[in-house]
């Protein structure tokens, strides 16, 4: 028999994403017309285990929907790593009578949320990051925003990389995967992308890229890299060594992951959050939510984070061929 949901607890954990607060909203509000309790876990894991625990009603999530971060604050909790921290999680649930929990977040949180389940606490995880790295999804909560903002910003500046015909790094995020430098750097018509899951380190062909291209009549290369490769002020400095044209490397950071959500953030995100508590009032524990082929559907978490994801092959070689 289906264990019966009373209560659901929700929280986010590591980075936050736009796109976070629709979730939570969709969570809040679905649980409450189902008739369940919903209480707010505050600063992820380690507000667990230090009981940072709110009650939530459908006023505790008006006018989120449009705001980036996550109002339940997010942190990182080495304490959760432990089986102490995870045994006292699972009694902090029981404590406040937290039958079910829904945990938005990536890979790591999701290694939370299987420990709360091998605990008996019916667990569900959303994937919540910009880095589109979860291997079972198509797509990830925050990383159409993110996208949004890089692309922005590398508009920007190409315009004065343009008028004073340099050479721009620009370095955006995504951990170790390369998916944000990819879809920026063919939405900006960069001339090089350089990603974690194809670099070869070879240094000398990008610089001869870059002559080649200053022969062609090219009076600015954009070059956009990614986290996982990084040292992009370096970078700059050998290339303009190397080629002599003046070179700049911006940073983007933390911007990427701020900012008010997309569209599609927040509709998938709200999709995502009404389905784990469809899947929670099912019975089910131990699932992912996902969007794979168009389709909003579940996997086993062990499942889920026993997969592996690589760059669409035909999407890099698309790149490469526009950036000739």
Not at 253 to 277: I, L
Request: aromatic share 6%; hydrophobic share 40%; proline share 2%.
């Amino acid at each position: 028999m289906a264990k019966q949901i009373k209560t659901i607890g929700i929280l986010t954990s590591g980075g936050d994403a736009p796109g976070m607060n629709a979730a939570i909203r969709a969570v809040v509000r679905t649980a409450i017309n189902k008739g369940l309790k919903v209480k707010g876990i505050q600063k992820g894991y380690n507000g667990l285990i230090n009981e940072e625990i709110i009650d939530m009603d459908k006023r505790s999530v008006a006018d989120i929907i449009q705001r980036g971060g996550t109002i339940l604050y997010t942190a990182r909790c080495m304490e959760f790593m432990t089986p102490e921290g995870q045994k006292k999680g699972a009694e902090v649930c029981k404590k406040h009578g937290i039958d079910g929990i829904v945990v938005i977040g990536g890979d790591g949180s999701f290694r939370g949320a299987q420990k709360l389940a091998e605990a008996g606490v019916n667990t569900i995880g959303l994937p919540g990051t910009i880095d589109l790295d979860i291997a079972c999804t198509d797509y990830t909560i925050g990383f159409d925003t993110a996208i949004n903002t890089a692309m922005e910003a590398i508009d920007k500046i190409r315009d004065t990389s343009t008028s004073h015909e340099r050479c721009s790094i620009i370095e955006v995020m995504g951990r170790n995967a390369g998916y944000i430098a990819l879809w920026c750097g063919i939405a900006n018509g960069a001339e090089d992308i350089l990603l974690p899951e194809r670099y070869d380190n070879d240094e000398q062909a990008l610089i001869n890229h870059i002559i080649e291209a200053r022969k062609r009549g090219k009076k600015h290369h954009l070059i956009i890299n990614a986290e996982g490769i990084g040292h992009s002020t370096g970078m700059a400095r050998r290339i303009e060594a190397a080629t002599g044209i003046e070179t700049r490397a911006t940073i983007l950071g933390y911007m990427q992951r701020g900012g008010s959500p997309t569209c599609k953030d927040r509709v998938y995100a709200s999709v995502m959050g009404a389905y784990a508590v469809d899947l929670l009032c099912e019975g089910k524990s131990n699932r992912l939510v996902a969007y794979k082929d168009g389709k909003f559907v579940d996997f086993d978490i062990d499942e889920a984070l026993a997969m592996t994801k690589d760059i669409d092959e035909y999407e890099f070689n698309i790149s490469a061929l526009l950036s000739k």
